[in-house]
Structures are given as structure tokens and as C-alpha cells.
């Protein structure tokens, strides 16, 4: 299992560490700016956007990290004197190969330290697991969705996925996630019948490269679900974008044909 969170805010540190606050989440509970680390307590996926007019940093606090250190993120995405957009290609730790491991139910931070001249947009995302992913086998195709409503700035939006083409009758494994909107910062997804949020950086563009790790079974399984369910998406955003700028295109693997 997987689950993506995030803090998000716009805030000017003038300088020195602050905790960023966290969008509500409505499968982890959130005091932010504070989240409880869930079950799925292995941290495969750090990635942080900062105003970089002065030399940024980021760090995740939790306290089982502090018997060495607070954990730093590079690389990082970064803008000068505007909302920092996620970067292409990717800037993120892949952790997939030595997990960190937090302690379920304690409380993890992310801090940033950074200086702008005025209050600026900056984001951290943490990718949750309950493993080591481990890839996956099969054929897989992707197909493409859109959404029918915009985006709200700094939550979770929740809209439905609809397909340009209609899924044959059967059952399917997400192996894959790519959105792309004009200024998304994640998505992720809401599966029928699953607690968690499995969830990828977004893209901005048709050309801007993502990184592998979120494509094409990399990331292991993100879950299943009938042709027949409603398979919904939440986008994490620093505009409210209008729905006819989002694509999301999802990688499938075809598990069965036909009514179950």
C-alpha cells in the first residue's frame, strides 16, 4: 500500500526553520502542522518546493529521526519570487531501495528554511509504504482521464475520473500515475475499497519528463478496481486551475476479462 501526503503554505521564513502546515487529509490524521505517521510507516519519496532568492533547505522531523538527524530533501524544486512550481524533470529522493522508517503514530513535520521578500507558495510531499516496493509484471497500457471540475489552491480537490475510452468489462492494477495541469503540485488516487491515497509529483507540461519511479509498475501496485467503479482523483494545486487544462493518464494492467 501506498499513501501520499503534504504540506503546503504560503509563508515567508525570513530565514529560519518553520514547520509548514498540512492540507487536511482525509485518510491520515492531521493536527497540522503536524501528521501522525500511519501504518504504512516506510518513507519511499521525499520532495519539497522553495523560494530559492537565498540558499533553501528542507528537512522531515519526526522524533525517531532525532537519534541521528533530521532528515534533509535534495534535490528540490525552486522559483524566485513566485509560487515554486514542481520542476522538470523531477527533483525528488528516491528512497524505494532503503526506505525511511518512521515510528506509526508518531508525529512528523516537515520544516523549511528559506528567505524570499515576500510570502511565497513552498510544498513538501512524503510518499508512505508498508514495503520496499517491489515492481510489477504484466502488460500494461495506459489510458487517458480528465476531470469535469477546477481545482481549489492548497487542498486535496477530489473530482471522478473519466476515461476517453470506455474500459472493456473486467478488473484492473494501477502500475502507473502521471497528471498533468498548469499549476499542480501532486495527485493522487482515490481507489474504491482502499483506505489510502496512493499519489505521484505532477507535471506541468505534455514534454516535461517525470520520473520513472511513478510509471509503469515501478512503484509496485496502487491498487484495483472493477471497470464499473468510480475511480476519483485528488489534485493538489497552487491555483485554482479550470478543469479543461487537467489530463491524467493512468497505467493499467488488464488482471481480468469480463464480469467478475
Not at 87 to 113: C, F, G, W
Request: aromatic share 6%; charged share 15%.
Amino acid at each position: 500500500m501506498l499513501h501520499l501526503a503534504a504540506f503546503y503554505q504560503s509563508v515567508d521564513p525570513a530565514g529560519a526553520y518553520v514547520q509548514l502546515a498540512a492540507p487536511a487529509d482525509d485518510a491520515l490524521t492531521v493536527n497540522t502542522p503536524r501528521i501522525q505517521v500511519p501504518p504504512l510507516n516506510q518513507v519511499v519519496m521525499l520532495a519539497a518546493g522553495l523560494e530559492s532568492v537565498v540558499a533553501p533547505l528542507a528537512r522531515i522531523v519526526a522524533p525517531s529521526l532525532l537519534t541521528l538527524s533530521r532528515n534533509q530533501i535534495r534535490p528540490v524544486s525552486t522559483a524566485v519570487a513566485g509560487p515554486v512550481l514542481v520542476l522538470a524533470p523531477h527533483r525528488l529522493m528516491d528512497l524505494r531501495d532503503d526506505p525511511i522508517m518512521l515510528v506509526p503514530s508518531e508525529q512528523l513535520t516537515l520544516e523549511i528554511n528559506t528567505n524570499p521578500a515576500a510570502v511565497q507558495i513552498q510544498w513538501g510531499l512524503v510518499l508512505f509504504s508498508d514495503m520496499k516496493p517491489t515492481p510489477l509484471n504484466g502488460r500494461v497500457f495506459t489510458a487517458r482521464a480528465t476531470v469535469a471540475n477546477a481545482l481549489v489552491a492548497g487542498s486535496w480537490t477530489l473530482n471522478t475520473l473519466t476515461f476517453d475510452d470506455q474500459l472493456p468489462r473486467g478488473r484492473y492494477q494501477i502500475a502507473g500515475l502521471r497528471g498533468e495541469s498548469t499549476t499542480i503540485i501532486a495527485c493522487r488516487l482515490v481507489v474504491p475499497s482502499q483506505a489510502y491515497r496512493p499519489g505521484v509529483m505532477g507535471t506541468i507540461l505534455p514534454s516535461d519528463l517525470g520520473h520513472d519511479m511513478f510509471r509503469f509498475g515501478n512503484l509496485g501496485t496502487m491498487g484495483e478496481f472493477e471497470d464499473v467503479d468510480n475511480l476519483q482523483i485528488q489534485t493538489l494545486s497552487s491555483a485554482a486551475d479550470a478543469a479543461a487544462v487537467q489530463s491524467y493518464f493512468v497505467d493499467l494492467i488488464q488482471l481480468r476479462l469480463g464480469p467478475g
